[in-house]
């Protein structure tokens, strides 16, 4: 079991490495399946921080210009709060099987539109309400990318631009989760020591990820984003049935 989280982390490292985001898809399901929701999400709080910190170190000078990535962050650590409430008291099944559906019509927009871009302007407008709902997903089951990425990848960012801002969201959003963690009794000595340990194979497998990354053309960058959309889609859709 633990050769498997473990290569599980290590994977999710090689993917977050080349796109920025997408380590919690694979790590959070595959420990939740072992365990259960609440003991994955408090897991990956840790590893979260620290490999969104350091991505976005590397990759500062090229986040969006403006107030948008400030706006955005910190709408995710507001709504990242809300959702450790309900993790601690609630269960919201129903809302896995909207956020699919806001998935999958996305996607068939794309494919159906595949030049169309979100304007810059509309997204700075709308960064509050759409980072505080993705946050709200993030802290009531350790996974914000249906909204965060597909509303980044709406915006058809260069890698490097998409990777700055996001990582400073994923890292607002942990920022807010652990002490509300800690106060719910989530977030165990126990766990605090395993989530140290996790970033080890995280960790190992984002310069592999990163050098991957640097050869992928725009167009192959888009692409996976969506194909990674489509796989959380469905990986929410067999949770909701389930």
């Known amino acids: 079991m633990l050769l498997i989280v473990g290569a599980g982390f ?25 365990y259960d929701v609440p003991f994955a999400v408090t897991m990956f709080v840790i590893p979260n921080f620290v490999t969104n910190i350091r991505q976005a170190q590397v990759y500062w000078d090229h ?24 993790l601690a008291v609630l269960s919201g099944d129903s809302l896995l099987l909207i956020v699919a559906g806001i998935v999958f019509v996305y996607i068939a927009f794309r494919l159906a539109k595949p030049h169309w871009a979100l304007d810059r302007g509309i997204a700075t407008r709308i960064s509050f309400p759409v980072g ?39 890292a607002a959003m942990a920022v807010s989760q652990f002490p509300l963690m800690v106060w719910y009794g989530l977030m165990t000595w126990e766990r605090f020591i395993l989530s140290f340990v996790a970033l ?37 859709l067999f949770d909701y049935l389930t």
């Open 200 to 236: 080890i194979p995280l960790m190992a497998g984002m310069p592999l990820g990163a050098r991957i990354g640097k050869r992928l053309s725009r167009e192959t960058f888009d692409r996976i984003i969506l194909v990674m959309l489509a796989a959380i889609g469905v990986k929410l």
């Open 10 to 34: 290590l994977a999710g490292g090689i993917l977050k490495g080349a796109t920025g985001a997408g380590a919690p898809i694979i790590v959070v399901p595959l420990m939740a399946l072992f």
């Open 63 to 86: 986040r969006l210009p403006g107030r948008f990535t400030y706006v955005f962050a910190f709408a995710g650590l507001l709504g990242a709060a809300f959702g450790t409430v309900l």
């Open 132 to 170: 505080a709902f993705a946050g709200m997903l993030q802290g009531a089951c350790g996974i914000s990318a249906p909204v965060s990425i597909t509303f980044m990848n709406a915006q058809r960012l260069k890698r490097e631009e998409f990777i700055a801002t996001i990582s400073v969201f994923f």
